[in-house]
């Protein structure tokens, strides 16, 4: 794998073939205070990415849960707030008031769909695509930050592995 083909941040999971199940951890008290618990480490380098992240955009006037609609409407071209909700893995209510704030900060706009009055459509004003330029370089930097020390092989295994795991978590009937 070439740098160039490492993913990007957001792409989505290869399915490949799954392996067979492997008792790797016992189902002891042990397991769920273990200093090498996957998940739970996993969990703290998801906090340190958001806490990171947030004082990054803090000087743009936004949150940890603000930033992530704002890129995905400028760089995955979502534009309802069900997609939203979706994608950022929240429920409907608390995007509708995360859009609320985007909207009072004049960073988005939301406007009726003309073929179907019940569809919300978003979309960056020029505040919004001037703030959302400078999202890109705060994760590159919190994400080069958390990555010092290693290599590109092993951020290339790191990344195989994380993928692996995902689709090892993966119901066999979902389809995305």
Known sequence: MTPSNIPACGTSVKKEPRHTKQGIYQA???CITADDNVGYLIKLL???FNRMIDRKVTPLGLTAMQWRP????????????AELARLAHIDTGAMTRTLDRLQAKNLITRSHCVEDR?????ELTDQGM???EQIPAALADTLNEHLQGFNKDEV?????FLNRML???QNPDETD
């Open 28 to 30: 002891t008290a042990a």
């Open 46 to 48: 998801h906090t340190s």
């Open 70 to 81: 704002l890129a995905l409407i400028r760089y995955r071209n979502v534009d309802t707030p």
């Open 118 to 122: 019940r569809v919300v459509r978003l």
């Open 130 to 132: 001037q703030a959302t």
């Open 156 to 160: 290339e295994q790191l990344v195989g």
């Open 167 to 169: 689709l090892n978590g």
